[in-house]
């Protein structure tokens, strides 16, 4: 589809100036990474990250009620 045609341009624009296009994504979304890996990503390292959010007023501790 489009995405994978847009992709793929940026992707070979990024490697004819010789860089290396890399991407990060959220490994819940099946399929944005089924697309990624369809244009030739692939996965090289997991990511991990902390949500952080304003605790609600009635929370006494973050993240617990």
Same mark, same amino acid.
């Given at each position: 589809?489009?995405?994978? &045609?847009?992709?793929?341009?940026? &992707?070979?624009?990024?490697?004819? %100036?010789?860089?290396?296009?890399?991407?990060? &994504?959220?490994?819940? !979304?099946?399929?944005?990474?089924?697309?990624? %890996?369809?244009?030739?990503?692939?996965?090289?390292?997991?990511?991990?990250?902390?949500?952080?959010? !304003?605790?609600? *007023?009635? *929370?006494?501790?973050?993240?617990?009620?």
């Amino acid at each position: 589809g489009l995405a994978g &045609a847009l992709m793929r341009v940026v &992707a070979d624009r990024i490697l004819a %100036r010789g860089e290396m296009p890399f991407l990060h &994504a959220y490994a819940g !979304k099946a399929e944005a990474l089924a697309l990624h %890996r369809s244009v030739g990503f692939q996965v090289r390292r997991p990511m991990i990250f902390t949500l952080l959010s !304003k605790a609600d *007023e009635d *929370e006494r501790t973050f993240g617990h009620g």
